[in-house]
């Protein structure tokens, strides 16, 4: 079953089309942080949700679902400068989505969803 919002598309396709409005190009689906095309990401992955966007300094956009998180930011944790989560509309400093990762992973052990 497909969940499907007021406009007749799903929840997966409505995170790829603001991905497309943010002009994120890549999103991580895999623990090896394999970044396919937007494109490729849905074909290949259907029903993914990429809802969480790192923001590098020169502006490059890389996506992961949550589960992938940890994987995403790991491919170049130095040059990170932002963090947007497409469901909560949020955007933090990379500096306080460490913070808030750190504790939530403290009183949890999960990632930060």
Not at 36 to 46: H, T
Not at 53 to 60: A, L, Q, S, T
Not at 92 to 113: G, S
Request: glycine share 8%; hydrophobic share 35%; charged share 30%.
């Amino acid at each position: 079953m497909t969940v499907k919002d007021g406009h007749g598309e799903s929840f997966s396709d409505g995170c790829f089309r603001q991905l497309r409005n943010a002009r994120v190009t890549r999103v991580v689906v895999d623990e090896g942080g394999l970044a396919l095309s937007l494109e490729e990401a849905q074909e290949k992955f259907p029903g993914i949700v990429p809802s969480h966007v790192f923001i590098r300094e020169d502006g490059w956009k890389l996506a992961a679902p949550a589960e992938l998180q940890d994987t995403a930011y790991s491919l170049w944790p130095d040059e990170w400068s932002y963090y947007f989560n497409i469901l909560s509309g949020k955007s933090v400093t990379i500096e306080t989505y460490l913070k808030i990762r750190a504790e939530r992973k403290k009183k949890e052990n999960v990632p930060w969803t």
